[in-house]
């Protein structure tokens, strides 16, 4: 790790570069843009985002042994169990891009995975938890205004982002479509899970001083300078 003292003059980008991210659980609500952030704060520290959809999709589409279990529950209906995923993410962690810290999102979502997480895996640098916030209108209005061409796959949202033309897409003026989870009944359902389920896993690293939460309600670069200040803070306090 390097020396928390940076001079005062230090720019941003290089105070980046001074800090090791080292490994960082990304929470928020469906809708807190937790996908666009993650994806921002790969660029900027050069880690890999974890997610655990994408590492089944893999670990099925490369016929690992870890896949061909979890192949074949899926096939009969069946959910793939925590210690199958659990597996998945130890494995994807043992390898070298790794080093330097890594996004892990959605995972762990439950606190049986995180007291697992805690005993099952050692890293240099401690795990830390950062929470976007977004108030429940704003996320109410990106998930129910949100609209999509099904031939470009260009997103709108009737709030925030319109096309030109209401109902038509900009690029090549096919009619937007909405999808059948993207309304307040299911967002509420959505909504009640993600709470019940991450309240523990948040107060689990709050208790360690391991957590820090931040405002989603700001712009993306906003939202972004946002996390990497807390990431830097929480490390420097390690």
Known sequence: ???SKVSATTTGRELTKLVTPGPILLLGAPGSGKGTQAKELVRLWGIPQISTGDLLRANVAQGTELGKVADALMKEGKFVSDDLVNQMVEARLALPDTHNGFILDGFPRTLPQALWVDSH?????PLVAV???V???QLLRRITGRR???QCQRIYNVFMHTPKRAGY?????SELTQRSDDTEEVYKGRMKAYADLTAPVIEHYRQQGRFVEVDGDLSVDEVTTEIKRAIERLR???
């Open 131 to 133: 929470k976007i916030n």
């Open 148 to 150: 999509n061409c099904p």
């Open 121 to 125: 895996i050692l890293f240099t640098i």
């Open 236 to 238: 420097r306090n390690q």
């Open 135 to 137: 108030d429940y209108n």
């Open 169 to 173: 897409c900009d690029v090549d003026g």
């Open 1 to 3: 790790m390097t020396s």
